[in-house]
């Protein structure tokens, strides 16, 4: 059964802790992708990889950091550094030559305290 | 003002109705243009994709494009209480991976 699983869906964590979060896919798609949503406001683009070990920083970069040591997994890490780290976190995968059709997983709630 | 805009509602009808959502952009490198319907608490799925001016149909769900007016629209017939969702325009940048998404209007089918 293919598709884009994230853990854990809720996260609570205390101010100037790092937290990782996790995200894995078995579609066997090169790209994958961070996002994060906010009420009120359109996906933000976080970080993204196009191949294992490479990736971009996206539009609100500032914060996270990312790795991509194997193809199914992209973890995210938000850092101590990001002001406002409370939100919900998207991750998404798409097939080669076709960045337009992302495929979401189920998300993970992060509050931070 | 935004790249993308779409009303973020909420757009109330009953079961049964045409709904319209739509949206309005102002980049012309936009190239691909998608629909994601989101429920509560979950991620976003993809509904359709289009690239060129024009209908595609997919069951209930029509989506138009109008690149001449950066203008688009998903109508959904026969709509049903399991429509109540989030619906999210996206558009892809020509030449790049990113996607730029609209707010998006959340929708409330009604018995």
């Known amino acids: 059964d293919g598709g884009i699983t994230q853990s854990p869906k809720y996260l609570f964590r205390k101010e100037g802790q790092n937290v990782t979060l996790s995200c894995e896919q078995n579609l066997n798609h090169d790209a994958m992708y961070w996002y994060r949503q906010d009420p009120g406001q359109g996906l933000r683009l976080i970080y993204y990889s196009q191949i294992v070990n490479d990736f971009q920083k996206g539009d609100i970069a500032e914060g996270y950091s990312v790795s991509r040591e194997k193809k199914e997994s992209f973890p995210l890490t938000v850092t101590s550094a990001q002001k406002n780290p409370t939100a919900f976190y998207l991750c998404?995968?798409?097939?080669?030559?076709?960045?337009?059709?992302?495929?979401f997983g189920p998300g993970t709630r992060l509050t931070v305290t | 003002q935004k790249e993308v805009e779409q009303d973020p509602g909420p757009l109330s009808v009953p079961e049964g109705a045409i709904v319209s959502l739509n949206c309005t952009y102002s980049n012309s490198a936009f190239q691909y243009f998608m629909w994601y319907r989101q429920y509560s608490r979950k991620g976003p799925e993809l509904l359709m994709y289009t690239y060129s001016s024009g209908n595609k149909e997919d069951g209930r769900f029509t989506a138009q494009v109008d690149k001449s007016s950066k203008y688009i629209s998903l109508f959904i017939r026969d709509s049903q209480p399991s429509d109540s969702a989030t619906y999210l325009c996206?558009?892809?940048?020509?030449?790049?991976?990113?996607?730029?998404f609209g707010t998006g209007t959340r929708l409330q089918v009604f018995p």
């Open positions: 998404a995968s798409s097939p080669p030559q076709s960045s337009y059709e992302q495929y």
């Open positions: 996206a558009m892809s940048v020509y030449n790049t991976d990113k996607l730029i």
